[in-house]
C-alpha cells in the first residue's frame, strides 16, 4: 500500500519501505459511456509496454449508481462497477496502482446529463460512501476525488471566496441550476468515515491547474488516513509560471500532475492558444516534473481524447505528445 509522509510517497510491503514516484497515463472512456470494450486491453498495453505504473481511470457518478439512459438490465449499475473492478484486478496483478477518478457529476440531479461541473454535489457523496467502501484499504487503489474544480470568474465574489467553497462547500449556480457545492474537505471527511485509508487526491482550482490558495485556513486536513496528494492540470493553454501556481505546496503535500498533454503544433483548441511548440513545451515540463520529484498522469491513452497519447487504438505514440510520455516511462519506470 502507499502511504505518503511529508511530501514524498512510500510504498509499504510488510516491513519495508520505499519512496516511489508515480508515472502513468489515464484512460478515458467510462466517464461517456458505460461499457467501452477496448478499455482493458489499452490499459493492460499501457501497464505492460508503456511500462505506466499508475493508471487513471475517470468514471461518472451517473453511470456507478445506473442513472444514464443507456443503462437497463443488460448494462446496469453494477455491471459497470464490475469493469471497474476488473481493471483494478488487472493493474494490481501487475503490481500497479490505479486512481479511481471522479470525472463526471450532476449537480445532484439524478436528470442524465452527467458531465464537468464546478464543484461536486451531494451525489458525490454518495459514490465516494459506496465507492470508497467497496475498495476500502485495497493496496493498489487510490482515490481521486474530484477531476476538475473550477469556479467560473463570473460568479466570483457573488457565492463568496471560491477557495474557501472550494475547501467548505457553498452555493454555486450553473445556467439556471443551482445546487450546493461539496468542499474537498467534506469529501475527504466522507471517505475517512467509511473506514478507508487510501490515499486521497485532490484537485485545485481554474480546472484543476492551480493549488496557490489551497493554504492556511483552505488547506485540507487528513483525519485518519494515508495522506493527501494535490493534483496540478497543466496544459499548454496555461501560464508557464509553474512554480508560483503549484510549486509552492511541495513542502507540505506531494504533487500528482493528474493531466497534461499537447495538441501538436498546428492545432488551434477551444480551449486556448497553446503557449509553445510541443518540441519545446513537452520537455520543459517533464523535466520540471522530474526535477520537483512529482508523478503525472499523461493526458490520454485513447485516440479519441485530446491530447492524445496514441494515433488509434493500435497504440502507436502521437508525435507530438505520446512519443515524450512513452520514453519517459520506459527511461523511469523499470
Given at each position: ?9 512510500y ?6 519501505e ?5 508515472y ?9 459511456e458505460?461499457?467501452d ?6 490499459i493492460?498495453f499501457?501497464c505492460?509496454e508503456?511500462?505506466a505504473?499508475?493508471?487513471r481511470?475517470p ?8 442513472k ?25 496483478e ?6 479511481l ?5 450532476d ?7 452527467s458531465?464537468?461541473h ?7 457523496l ?11 484499504n ?5 482515490f481521486?476525488?474530484?477531476?476538475e474544480?473550477?469556479?467560473?470568474k463570473?460568479?466570483?465574489?457573488e ?5 474557501h ?33 487510501n ?8 480546472w484543476?491547474?492551480?493549488?496557490d ?17 494535490l ?7 496555461k501560464r ?20 497534461f ?6 492545432a ?8 509553445l511548440p ?9 523535466g520540471w ?19 492524445c ?24 519506470n523499470?
Amino acid at each position: 500500500m502507499l502511504k505518503v509522509r511529508q511530501n514524498k510517497i512510500y510504498e509499504i510491503i510488510g516491513d519495508d519501505e520505499r519512496e516511489v514516484r508515480l508515472y502513468g497515463v489515464n484512460r478515458a472512456g467510462l466517464e461517456w459511456e458505460s461499457r467501452d470494450g477496448q478499455i482493458l486491453d489499452s490499459i493492460k498495453f499501457a501497464c505492460d509496454e508503456w511500462h505506466a505504473n499508475i493508471i487513471r481511470l475517470p468514471v461518472s457518478q451517473d453511470r456507478w449508481f445506473g442513472k444514464m439512459p443507456e443503462q437497463n438490465d443488460e448494462n446496469n449499475a453494477e455491471k459497470y462497477r464490475a469493469r471497474v473492478d476488473e481493471i483494478i484486478d488487472a493493474v494490481a496483478e501487475r503490481g500497479k496502482y490505479l486512481l479511481l477518478d471522479l470525472h463526471w457529476s450532476d449537480l445532484g440531479l439524478w436528470n442524465g446529463k452527467s458531465g464537468q461541473h464546478m464543484m461536486p454535489d451531494a451525489h458525490s457523496l454518495l459514490f465516494w460512501q459506496n465507492a470508497a467502501a467497496r475498495y476500502r484499504n485495497h493496496p493498489n487503489v487510490l482515490f481521486g476525488l474530484y477531476n476538475e474544480p473550477h469556479i467560473d470568474k463570473k460568479v466570483d465574489g457573488e457565492f463568496g471566496d471560491p477557495w474557501h467553497i472550494w475547501k467548505f462547500g457553498g452555493e454555486l449556480r450553473e445556467k439556471e441550476t443551482s445546487y450546493r457545492a461539496v468542499g474537498m474537505q467534506e469529501m475527504i471527511d466522507k471517505v475517512r468515515s467509511t473506514g478507508a485509508k487510501n490515499i486521497v487526491v485532490v484537485g485545485g482550482l481554474d480546472w484543476g491547474y492551480t493549488l496557490d490558495g489551497a493554504v492556511g485556513e483552505n488547506a485540507l486536513h487528513e483525519p485518519d488516513g494515508n495522506g493527501i496528494i494535490l493534483d496540478a492540470h497543466v496544459y499548454p493553454w496555461k501560464r508557464l509560471e509553474w512554480e508560483l501556481d503549484i510549486g509552492g505546496l511541495d513542502r507540505d503535500f506531494p504533487i500528482l500532475v493528474g493531466e497534461f498533454g499537447h495538441y501538436g503544433n498546428d492545432a488551434k483548441p477551444v480551449e486556448g492558444v497553446q503557449r509553445l511548440p510541443s518540441e519545446e513545451w513537452m520537455p520543459r515540463l517533464l523535466g520540471w516534473i522530474e526535477k520537483n520529484g512529482y508523478s503525472f498522469t499523461a493526458w490520454d491513452f485513447h485516440p479519441k481524447a485530446g491530447p492524445c497519447l496514441i494515433k488509434s487504438f493500435n497504440n502507436e505514440p502521437t508525435e507530438y505528445h505520446g512519443v515524450y510520455v512513452k520514453e519517459f516511462l520506459l527511461g523511469h519506470n523499470k
